[in-house]
Structures are given as structure tokens and as C-alpha cells.
């Protein structure tokens, strides 16, 4: 074939109309007679369309499949053998040319066009026949959706219109809508609407008979008190500084534990216990949060929260219950079940834990990963907090509103749900952690090898001793005592440690321990705010001397409180230990006062003291609390109005109340002949104060050697709580407010809280006195009161 005659055949080829037709459908068509050969029929899904269905019948008169393989494999072999005659036209090897063109005759070119094109045509006619039925049997498809699928206008579900237009617009935008079945048609919206969420009323036409994607509930098991704490290590893991650190914690302190459990498990008298399922997901430790404390484990960083993580995992293990720890995203979503995508879809059926212990990095990870599922789930998800979130940052149409908005709160969680280190706050729950406890041998030991002119400083990173002025308390310290230091360096001393400090370097635990032992006070700079250290030292033997601050640190005056969730007002380094533990073990004084300070030092130094720890901070006592929360606090649970109708009328008195004014008291109680509502702790605990003008419910039950307890003021939101209380009410009024219930000093306006996320035991407000339920507690375990164990 010469070069002429091989152009003139390609461009026949590529310009004809019905051959370009028949090459773009040809693997349209080849495919519909495979699927003809294999189950009579195929579907095609458009989006937004219902599925149409294609018969066999449409294509009877067509040549067979296996005509059309030979004529597509015939076209492949012509059209690669014309590219490479075309190149090959002006060459000069001669003899590839004459092989190519012997090559085409045995195909004999001679009609083949003719042909091709009749072939195309005849394609093209029936690609335009199969595009009318198609049509067809998506308009009696989608006469079909129209019925079955209007969008409802249920008042039940005011927000599935909205929904459904939504869904329409943005259905794409996650993968995990088309894993629920989600392809484009209004059908598949209202079925994931109906059944995966919750914005539209069940279909009609669906099997709702049973759904596979819900979870079935396990069979109640017994919680058993362990004291092998190795498979406990196992689940740590390794592979970060930080998770070593924590297996090693464990570890050293394993034999405490396991005498812990036996201790408690003859107090509990072997009573059954529900074992739950919980899932542990430490969101500082992620890589997806930056995980900054694991490189500084080994240089001097702060180990607070892993030593409280770390005691959290022993003891929910010790308790018996079935744990799960997430240190990873990919954990979290594997445990969790989540679908994949971007985190939009929910969670189907039963969340697989019975509780959820977390941080605000792992708060925010859920939330990317569960969607609105959060929402649903978030009654069984505990918060450990450091510092403690208020209620007026919590809410966060409030805290948006009233300028309480921070980057940590406005989660809209009961604030009880929220767990802290320490009970600074008792709008939280106390979570705490736990101290070596010595046995008497060594603290017999320990009294002997007490050095009383022997001291030791709290802090292990160079910027904790750039504080300002503290040349001049030193020096008055290096005049009685030797100084030592614990500063983390690697190759020369830190030049913010002054020569007369005799520094140690960053120490093992057990070395600092012993440290500890010898040294007769352990004296801190200010910073860190209430760490674990204080009481690890007093529980040495080491009294504690703190400076006072004047005035009060909080988010209004001191930098590292601002942007966090608390009005909190911190009066020296560890509030804790100045006001729980206090003297003899605990110094608060003025650091700028010399001469205060001085006199400080004299006392230490004639002052002997035993090692002490509080029973909260051991491992019993943290056992006793945390096994508490978990059997007694429910907040999924809706709590009823109270007071019920029924309740109300069989109330004493005249007018009727459930409370009661104990002889020579200013308290209120409730009446031990009412049959008090469920709570926990019990009402028989609580204890009805009003409060001073511009005085908190926390401050004003401290001075009464009492604890604030908000789980007592649904029960106290009523008129009843101000007649007890001899408040003489000219109005009555309900509002959203983080101090009420509450009474205006002028002009007598009594005020109920109408938002129970906003019941707060720290509000505080000029010229109102608040109603403040009190609750007494057991020394050493303020979390627990006297009816709750």
C-alpha cells in the first residue's frame, strides 16, 4: 500500500461520523452483551435517578457478541499498522515498509471501509433506540420516586426539608454517605436521614423489621477486682517516650495496687459490680496533636498529665472492667467504628463503650471522626481537665453571648462530666491521682536520715527558675540550708541555677525519691500550678513552702490562665495543699517579705513532721472515688421535673415544702419524712445556705466546712428553697444565668435558673445572694460525702 493510499484510508477512518460513533460505544456495548450473556439483563444508575433495568429483547436483532469482538480486534490491528506505515512512509527501509503493506493486504483493505461504516451505522441507529427506552424507564422510575419519596412535612421533623436540600447540594462532599447507600436520588437521602440519622420520620415502604447495623448489647458481666497488673502493660504499648513513662509508673507502682484492690474488696464485701466497657483515648499523646510531651519526658517537661493518665488506666483496670486505650486517631476511629470519610455520617446504633475517658485534643478527635454522633453519645464521655471548666464556659450560646468564650470550653457537657486533678472546682468531678504510700519501716528509716538543714527545689526546667526577686529569698534560704536542685541540662549547667545550688540534673523517680527522703523542705518558685510534686514530697517527709499570691492569679491578671474555662482564683502555687494538708506540712507565705519568709524558714527547720498523704491521693482512696462515679453517676439518664405534682401535694407545712429549718441553724435540710428523689449524692446530705452579697456557693459553703455540690440544685430551683430560707420574693422570674437561683438585694426579685447546663457552684455576682446547696464530706476524700459510701 503506497503513502497515499494509506492516509487516504486513516483519515476515512477518523473523520467518519458513524465509525467515531461506534468506537466511543463500542465498550459500551460490549459490555451490555456480556451482562445480556451472563444474567439476561443489566442496570445502569444515573445520578439522581432511580435504577432502570434494560431486557435482552431491546438488542435480539443485533450480530452476536462475538462478531463485534472480531471487528473491534480487526479495527486495533488496522489502526496500529496504518500509525506505523505513516511513519515509516518517507524512510528508506524498504523492507518494513513492503512487510507492513503485505501485512494490510492479507486484512484485504479493498470495501473494508464501506464496510466499517455501514457496521457504525447501524450501531449509531441503535445507541439513538436504546437512548429512547432509557429515557422512558427513567421517567417511570422517577414517577415511581416521586411517590414514594415526597419529602414530608412532618411537625415531628421540622428539619427534614432542610436536610433533604442539603443533601442534594453536598452529598458528595463525604465518602461515607455513599457507604450508608446514599447515591444521588431523593430515596436514598430520606432512607439515610430516616435511618442513619434522625431529621426525617421513618419510610413507610422500608423493612423496618431489623436493622444490621446496630450493635446488639452485650450480656451484663461482673467487674472482679484484679491485682496482676501485666496484661494491664501489654495494652500500654510502646514505641513513645511517653507510654514508657507510663509503663514504668505502673509498673513501680503495681504492688500498691494490687493491696489497694484487696483493701477495697473486703470494704465492698464482694458486692457485684456491673462491668463496663470503656475506651481510654489519650488525645495529648496523638501524633495529630502534636504530641509535645513525649520528646520532653527524658529533658524536663511536665509529666502531671501522664502521671494522672497513667493512674487513670490502673485503676479503671484494677476495678475489672474492659479497657480499651487509643494513643492514635486510627485507634480511635477502629475502636469507635466509625464509617470512612470525613467524619459527617454518625455513628450507627449502640456506641460500643459504656464510657469514654478523654481529653480536650481527644474531644476535638471525636468530634472530627463521629460527626453528630457526638452529640448523641456525649452523656458517656468523661473529660479529664486539669484546671477545670466552669459552667458559664461550658454553655456556648452563653459563654458566646456573655463573653465566657474560650478555645476550651462551650461543649455543652454537664460540667459534672468534666474531671480535674485536683477539687478546686466542685462544678467537676474530682478524678485526682496517687502518691507512693511508705510503709512503716521507711518511714521509720526516713526520720533517721532527715536532714534538717537540707533543701530542695520544685522545678525541673531552666525558665522555672527566672522568676523575678528569687536572688533575694535564696540567699536568705542559702544562709540556713543547702540547696539542691533537680534541673534538667545536657552539656553545661543552666545559667538560671545559681553557683551555691548543688544541681542533680533531671532524676529517676526512685533516685528523686530518695532525695526527697533526706531533704527536710521542699520549697517552690510559684510555677508550676498545682503539680503532683508537692504531695509526692510531703508524702517524703518534706514539709512544703509555697508563696502566697497577692493578688490572686486568675485569667484577668496572669497570662498562663488566660483563654482557660475558669474564673478561679488562685491564691498561691497549690491551693490544694494550702487548704486540704496546710500546716504542718504546708507553708503559704509571702515571698516578697523578707522577714515573713525568714521566719518561715526557722519554723521548718524546728518543725518535725511525720510523711503524710492524703487518703484521695492513694491508691485506695482514688479506687473508692473513681469506683463511685462510675456506679453512681448516669448522665444519659433524663431527670424528671421536679417538683413532680404528685410530690408536691403530699408535702408538710403550710405553705407546703420538702425542706425543713433544723433549731439554731441556718441551713436548710431536707425533711427526713419526705421520700427524697434519686441523686447522688443522696439529698440526706444536703445542706440549703444563702449566700452573702457577691459571694460564690463555693466560697460561702467553705466557710461552713461544706462543699458546694451541684447536683443538688434541680432539687432547690423552686419557691419552696426561698420560703424555707425566709426570702421574701415580690417577683418571680425564670432566666438563663450562671449565678441563679438567686435573690436581688434590691429591689427583692427572686430569680429561678431556667437552663440546668448553667447550675454553677462558682458564679458569683454583685448585688445578688445565691441559693448554694451544701453537702458535708469525709476527711482526706472530698469527693465522697458522709451517706455516699
Not at 431486557?55 to 452476536?64: I, Q, R, Y
Not at 465492698?268 to 466497657?277: D, F
Request: hydrophobic share 35%; net charge neutral.
Amino acid at each position: 500500500m503506497d503513502p497515499v493510499r494509506s492516509a487516504m484510508v486513516r483519515r476515512c477512518l477518523l473523520t467518519s461520523r458513524p465509525f467515531r460513533i461506534f468506537v466511543v460505544g463500542i465498550g459500551f456495548f460490549s459490555l451490555c452483551f456480556l451482562m445480556t450473556s451472563l444474567g439476561g439483563q443489566f442496570s445502569a444508575r444515573r445520578l439522581g435517578d432511580s435504577p432502570f433495568t434494560v431486557h435482552t429483547e431491546v438488542l435480539g436483532g443485533l450480530e452476536s457478541r462475538g462478531v463485534l469482538r472480531k471487528i473491534s480486534d480487526m479495527l486495533e490491528v488496522i489502526l496500529k499498522r496504518i500509525d506505523a506505515l505513516s511513519r515509516l512512509g518517507n524512510a528508506s527501509d524498504s523492507h518494513r515498509l513492503e512487510e507492513l503493506s503485505s501485512a494490510l493486504d492479507r486484512f484485504q483493505p479493498v470495501g473494508l471501509v464501506e464496510r466499517i461504516q455501514a457496521i457504525a451505522q447501524n450501531v449509531s441507529d441503535m445507541a439513538t433506540k436504546v437512548e429512547q427506552i432509557l429515557q422512558r424507564a427513567t421517567g417511570r422510575a422517577r414517577e415511581s420516586s416521586t411517590s414514594q419519596c415526597d419529602v414530608p412535612k412532618d411537625p415531628h421533623y421540622p428539619d427534614c426539608p432542610s436536610k433533604v436540600d442539603w443533601m442534594r447540594a453536598r452529598w458528595t462532599s463525604d465518602p461515607c454517605y455513599s457507604f450508608y447507600g446514599v447515591d444521588g436520588s431523593d430515596c436514598s437521602f430520606l432512607v439515610y436521614l430516616s435511618e442513619v440519622e434522625w431529621f426525617c420520620p421513618p419510610l413507610a415502604w422500608r423493612n423496618h423489621s431489623s436493622t444490621p447495623s446496630v450493635r446488639t448489647t452485650p450480656s451484663s458481666q461482673a467487674a472482679t477486682l484484679r491485682s496482676d497488673l501485666g496484661p494491664l502493660l501489654d495494652q500500654v504499648g510502646t514505641g513513645k517516650e511517653s507510654l514508657s513513662f507510663m509503663r514504668r509508673r505502673i509498673r513501680r507502682l503495681a504492688v500498691q495496687w494490687s493491696a489497694a484492690a484487696r483493701r477495697l474488696d473486703n470494704r465492698l464485701c464482694s458486692r457485684w459490680r456491673e462491668q463496663k466497657r470503656i475506651l481510654v483515648h489519650v488525645g495529648f499523646l496523638t501524633e495529630e496533636s502534636g504530641d509535645v510531651f513525649s520528646p520532653k519526658v527524658l529533658k524536663g517537661g511536665p509529666l502531671g498529665e501522664m502521671v494522672q493518665w497513667s493512674d487513670i488506666l490502673a485503676a479503671l483496670y484494677v476495678l475489672g472492667h474492659d479497657l480499651k486505650i487509643s494513643v492514635s486517631v486510627k485507634e480511635l476511629q477502629r475502636f469507635l467504628g466509625v464509617p470512612p470519610g470525613r467524619g459527617n455520617c454518625p455513628l450507627t446504633g449502640r456506641l460500643p463503650f459504656d464510657l469514654i475517658y478523654t481529653d480536650y485534643h481527644g474531644l476535638q478527635q471525636m468530634k472530627q471522626q463521629m460527626g453528630i454522633s457526638l452529640k448523641k453519645h456525649k452523656c458517656h464521655i468523661r473529660v479529664i481537665d486539669s484546671f477545670g471548666t466552669e459552667p458559664a464556659y461550658n454553655h456556648e450560646e452563653y459563654a458566646t453571648q456573655h463573653n465566657y468564650r474560650t478555645n476550651w470550653g462551650y461543649w455543652n457537657l454537664n460540667c459534672r462530666q468534666f474531671m480535674t486533678m485536683f477539687p478546686h472546682t466542685p462544678d467537676n468531678s474530682f478524678m485526682g491521682f496517687v502518691a507512693e504510700v511508705m510503709n512503716e519501716t521507711d518511714k521509720r528509716i526516713t526520720r533517721l536520715n532527715k536532714v534538717d538543714s537540707m533543701a530542695v527545689v520544685y522545678g525541673k526546667e531552666p525558665s522555672m527558675w527566672k522568676l523575678q526577686g528569687k536572688e533575694k529569698f535564696l540567699a536568705i534560704l542559702h544562709r540556713y540550708m543547702e540547696i539542691h536542685g533537680t534541673v534538667y541540662y545536657e552539656a553545661q549547667r543552666p545559667p538560671e541555677v545559681p553557683a551555691f545550688v548543688k544541681n542533680h540534673g533531671l532524676l529517676p523517680q526512685q533516685e528523686l525519691q530518695q532525695l526527697l527522703r533526706k531533704a527536710k523542705l521542699f520549697i517552690g518558685f510559684g510555677f508550676p500550678y498545682e503539680g503532683p510534686a508537692p504531695l509526692e514530697a510531703i508524702a517524703n517527709g518534706c514539709i512544703f513552702l509555697q508563696p502566697k499570691f497577692q493578688p490572686s492569679h486568675s485569667s484577668l491578671n496572669h497570662e498562663f490562665f488566660r483563654g482557660k474555662p475558669t474564673s478561679r482564683q488562685v491564691s498561691s502555687q497549690h491551693p490544694y495543699a494550702q487548704q486540704y494538708i496546710g500546716r504542718p506540712h504546708v507553708l503559704t507565705v509571702d515571698f516578697n517579705d523578707s522577714r515573713q519568709f525568714e521566719d518561715a524558714v526557722h519554723e521548718v527547720m524546728r518543725t518535725q513532721v511525720d510523711p503524710f498523704l492524703p487518703y484521695e491521693y492513694t491508691c485506695e482512696g482514688m479506687l473508692e472515688r473513681l469506683n463511685a462515679y462510675i456506679e453512681h453517676q448516669d448522665f444519659c439518664q433524663v431527670d424528671a421535673p421536679f417538683p413532680s405534682m404528685n410530690a408536691s401535694k403530699s408535702w408538710p407545712g403550710n405553705p407546703p415544702s420538702p425542706f425543713i429549718l433544723p433549731p439554731n441553724s441556718s441551713a436548710l435540710v431536707w425533711a427526713p419524712n419526705i421520700t427524697a428523689p434519686a441523686c447522688w449524692p443522696p439529698l440526706s446530705a444536703m445542706q440549703l445556705l444563702l449566700a452573702q452579697e457577691g459571694v460564690s456557693c463555693v466560697g460561702s459553703c467553705q466557710v461552713e466546712g461544706l462543699i458546694c455540690e451541684p447536683a443538688f440544685f434541680p432539687f432547690i430551683n423552686n419557691p419552696e428553697a426561698f420560703t424555707g430560707l425566709r426570702v421574701h420574693c415580690e417577683a418571680l422570674e425564670a432566666e438563663v444565668n450562671h449565678i441563679f437561683p438567686a435573690v436581688s438585694v434590691e429591689p427583692g426579685e427572686c430569680f429561678l435558673q431556667k437552663e440546668p447546663l448553667l447550675y454553677s457552684c462558682a458564679g458569683v455576682q454583685a448585688k445578688h445572694r445565691r441559693l448554694c446547696p451544701c453537702r458535708d464530706f469525709l476527711r482526706g476524700q472530698v469527693a465522697m460525702c458522709k451517706d455516699c459510701v
